[in-house]
Every structure is written in C-alpha cells, then in structure tokens.
C-alpha cells in the first residue's frame, strides 16, 4: 500500500525552526520528484518546494519566492524520506503542509500546480505565533 506520512509540525515563534518529514512507504520515495505544499484556512493550496529524484535525475530543488533563503528542501534516500528545515518562521507560514508525489522523475516547470499530483499524505499543522 503507497502511503506518505508527514509529520514535524507544531507550534513556533515567529523567527523560530521546524523541520517536516515526509515518510514513504509502499514504494522508493528517490525514485521519484516530491513536493512539499500547504493550505492556510481559507486559501488554495499552494506549492513550497519541490525535489527531483536522485535515482534517474540529480536531486534538484525549487522552492516558491515566499520561501526562498528560508526554507530549504531535501533528501534521506536511505530513510525513504524527504525533509523541508523551514528556518525564520513568519506567522504568515502557518498552514497544514503536505508532501506529494505523482510518481514522475523531475519536479517540471509545473510543480507547484498541486492539482498534478496524485498521492498525497494527510498533512501536519504548523503554527507560528506572532
């Protein structure tokens, strides 16, 4: 059974740090691009950061302009995991955040479009007060 579980999220000041893991089971998560997302009350969906795979690509990274220089996205491929260190937390960054994968290798031009995506996890809260 594919299964992401995220998990990491919590309560921070603003200024502070967390780091979300995205756990895959059920398949191998470097073989495929993962996106981190999230949704704030009364928002879309939007996209955060995105990686390629490291097992037919280079592993690379794009991250939205909101979270440029803050928020950096990575890799544990002997973990089946994906990490996003959000650092210099603002109370704007308080939403659920998601990982998603839709089992292709490159993130695409596309990849914060979170509607291309098929499997998803359920979500972890991350509140930043101000």
């Known amino acids: 059974q594919v299964q992401l579980v995220e998990s990491g999220g919590g309560l921070v000041q603003s200024g502070g740090s967390l780091r979300l893991s995205c756990a895959a089971s059920?398949?191998?998560?470097?073989?495929?691009?993962v996106g981190w997302f999230r949704q704030a009350p009364g928002k879309e969906r939007e996209g955060v950061s995105c990686?390629?795979?490291?097992?037919?690509?280079?592993?690379?990274?794009f991250s939205a302009d909101s979270v440029k220089g803050r928020f950096t996205i990575s890799r544990s491929n002997g973990e089946n995991t994906v990490y996003l260190q959000m650092n210099r937390l603002k109370s704007e960054d308080t939403a659920v955040y998601y990982c998603a994968t839709d089992r292709r290798l490159l993130c695409g031009s596309s990849w914060y479009v979170w509607r291309t995506y098929d499997d998803w996890g359920r979500g972890t809260q991350v509140t930043v007060s101000s």
């Open positions: 990686i390629d795979s490291s097992d037919g690509a280079d592993g690379s990274t």
């Open positions: 059920g398949f191998t998560l470097d073989r495929y691009a």
